[in-house]
């Protein structure tokens, strides 16, 4: 029995730990402005105001639509270039393979901040500063991880199979479409979970090219409204877990499928 | 790359030939033909990587021998960047400083997980379902609402920690403020999140750990700590290398984000690291050569790096993938 507690309060006490800033800031958000620095662990009186002034105050509701578009539109078009990369090594094996491979995994190491400065002047003279463009396509540097992650999930895929298909006379797109597409299915929800949480994270990035408050991301956001003059820092933590709050409902569904596709890709 | 066997390369394009009408030059009317297959399906992925990662490396490359600040025309200096770099006290110590948070980081991010996941493993049920996914929540949490989150309760006249430290009678100490403190705060914060990616990671290496050999061991009359300790973690330890060596490697770009967001390297300098000296020169000075500089030496140092740990884990490099979230 000693044992038992034991165990539970050495586990309990890094949760509580890592856990506590999270808490602490749920419970305040909640209290009236005149309290919030409150020490009582229960937010009482309870009060909204933080969470009426975060969102009526800020272009809130527009920087998580434009997270949301940012991270969805960067997870497609990083899975379509790497399910494309994964599936021409697999199926054609061409010489070059080995080649792609070391161009995929050197720019998973390269430091973000060595390309940002190139990276920065090729989107503004595209004009695709504060745009959605701007946000999306260079998040295509990222596209390394998912090609190497995909390559290791079709490479597994019984090459049989894919001979079959070819001997019985299917075109490429269709031994793609038909046959490794739908064998992929658990890797692509993996990797499409760990790519859009990492872009969903991504600050360096809109900070720079989407500057503009109601143009640019959640992340980027909650800096510029802790930069501002006019918010109270009550307002500040109701946005935070405005912006928390997405991803622990989504956590709380699906948290086996979260961290069996950092599991997959970490080890792989 | 261990391929299974598979239809040798000819006997597959021969096969493709004779489906694709146009002849046996490897010309298809139809459809993707062999000799263009791969290039067309992986055309989209090499572009990108040369659009946004090695074109704008080589731009890099040439902006270090530059004198530009964005605005005025670019003037050809040479190494003049390099040399007023390498004079720069404050870059010396960013580099100083990402050595020292990598020391800093390295227990956390190999003892501390490698101890829960043998914990979580050693009683298996709903509880330690329930704590491995709480342990695992930091991972996925915004890192701009956490910093929020620290600064708020770090606070030092009115946050929460302090109210408690002076309240069983300790001196409140000024957190972010404080050049001492300041560094292990950010420590702190970046560790919150490797703590559950590597618990999650160990944990997978322990549920592949050869169960007959803790039979044995169990028949032999070990304790459940002899266990622990002369069967279970002897077995771990390639995931522990590999995983602290990619903290080595990867502690700089985790510290990277929450410097910028929570201490913006201050104060006096004492949070900055390499990463960040780039960001600095670039986008708070506008020196872009000496930023092009910055990043071409810490480039070169991080790819010196990544060389010596595939030499040194040439044999443990399967069992992981880069992935650091």
Known sequence: ?268 | MAGAGAAPGTAQSARDGRKGRGGRDGRVVTGIGTRSGPWAYSAPAILSLLAWVYVPMVATGVASLLDWNLTTPARFVGLANYRRLLADHDFYRALWQTGSYVIMMLPLATAVPLALAIALWLRPGRASRVYRALLFLPVVLAPAANAVSWQFILNPLQGVTNAVLVGVGLPGPGWLNDPSWAPLVIVAITTGKIVGLNTLLFSASLSAIDLSTIEVARIDGATSWEIVRYVVVPQLVRPVALLGLLCVLLAGQWIFTNVALVTQGGPDGSTDNAFYRIYTYAFTFFDTGTAAAAAVVITGGVAIGYAAVRLVTGRIRRAGAPAAG
């Open chain 1, 1 to 268: 029995m000693a044992v038992a507690s034991a165990w539970h309060a050495g586990v309990l006490i890094v949760i509580v730990a890592l856990l506590f800033p999270l808490f602490w800031v749920a419970v305040t958000s909640l209290r009236p402005a005149n309290e919030l620095y409150s020490t009582s662990p229960i937010p009482w009186p309870m009060s909204t105001e933080n969470y009426r002034d975060a969102l009526f105050r800020f272009p809130l509701r527009m920087m998580l639509l434009n997270t949301v578009i940012m991270a969805v539109g960067a997870t497609v078009l990083q899975l379509a270039v790497a399910i494309g990369a994964a599936y021409a090594v697999v199926r054609f094996r061409p010489r070059w393979t080995g080649a792609l491979l070391l161009l995929a995994g050197a720019a998973v190491f390269i430091p973000p901040q060595a390309l940002i400065i190139p990276q920065f002047l090729a989107a503004t003279h595209l004009g695709w500063r504060n745009s959605y463009l701007g946000l999306i396509v260079p998040q295509l540097a990222a596209c390394g991880l998912p090609i190497l992650l995909l390559r290791e999930y079709l490479a597994a895929i019984p090459a049989s199979l894919i001979e079959a298909s070819i001997v019985d006379g299917a075109r490429p797109a269709q031994t793609l479409r038909l046959v490794v597409l739908p064998l992929l299915r658990p890797a692509l929800a993996a990797v499409s979970i760990l790519v859009f949480i990492n872009t969903w994270n991504e600050y360096l990035w809109p900070t720079l090219i989407a500057p503009q408050a109601n143009r640019t991301t959640i992340q980027a956001g909650l800096q510029l409204l802790g930069n501002q003059e006019g918010p109270t820092s009550g307002a500040l933590l109701a946005a935070a877990m405005i912006t928390t709050l997405p991803v622990l409902a989504i956590y709380a569904f699906a948290s086996r499928r979260i961290t069996n596709a950092f599991l997959q890709s970490g080890i792989k």
